[in-house]
């Protein structure tokens, strides 16, 4: 239950976007459709932004996206703006337990 | 309004025990599997335990395999951690968080966390 791999930080400015990585294994990023992306600002609890690797719940804008490619998923921020700045957490199902991310902090410039 | 608060946090020495509940209201709670995530002070989430929505069959990351158990009372609409054996590094924020249907796997609704501190 190793924690899947997330850059530390992620830059942009307002109406740029940003991609963030998250590398696991196939035992679980790889191996199940169930990748799932968390939006936590300091002090808070984390929000659902993205589930099934690409799915995106209601109130969550179109802005967030979610993708994967084997081993890796990602979520891309696109037109940042300044309420976006936060860390982020990906989430995979591994079977029978659940193993998240090291996390990303994303500042806007 | 769907919302969960948790309960039941607090210092405790190690070696000890505590049990954190998790009140539920806004939704069938029968209906959903549900878990605990906690997060140490400035580190990231890390999955703890989960229970499916009849309450009998539980899973529990390998760190607190043996030490913590999860149960649900369905009549009560509230889930509960059991910390035993309580060590420095449980030291943490525990969230409880709702599954998202039985179909996907997300945690679309959190509480607002309890905090538990293990120290001597």
């Known amino acids: ?109 | 309004e769907v919302q969960l608060l948790e309960s039941g946090g607090g210092l405790i020495q190690p070696g000890g025990s505590l049990r954190l509940s998790c009140a539920a209201s806004g939704f069938t709670f029968s209906g959903f599997a549900m878990y605990w995530v906690r997060q140490a002070p400035g580190e990231g989430l890390e999955w703890v335990s989960g229970i499916n929505d009849r309450g009998d069959d539980a899973y529990y990351a390998d760190s607190v395999k043996g030490r913590f158990t999860i149960s649900r009372d369905n009549s009560k609409s509230t889930l509960y951690l059991q910390m035993n054996s309580l060590r420095a590094e449980d030291t943490a924020v525990y969230y409880c968080a709702k599954r998202i249907n039985s179909v996907n796997r997300a945690f679309d609704i959190w509480g607002q966390g309890t905090m538990v501190t293990v120290s001597s």
């Open chain 1, 1 to 109: 239950q190793s924690a899947l791999t997330q850059p530390r930080s992620v830059s942009a400015s307002p109406g740029q976007s940003v991609t963030i990585s998250c590398t696991g294994t196939s035992s679980d990023v790889g191996g199940y459709k169930y990748v799932s992306w968390y939006q936590q600002h300091p002090g808070k609890a984390p929000k659902l932004m993205i589930y099934d690797v690409n799915k995106r719940p209601s109130g969550v804008p179109d802005r967030f996206s979610g993708s994967k490619s084997g081993n890796t998923a990602s979520l891309t921020i696109s037109g940042l703006q300044a309420e976006d700045e936060a860390d982020y957490y990906c989430n995979s199902y591994a079977g029978t337990s659940y193993v998240f991310g090291t996390g990303t902090r994303v500042t806007v410039l």
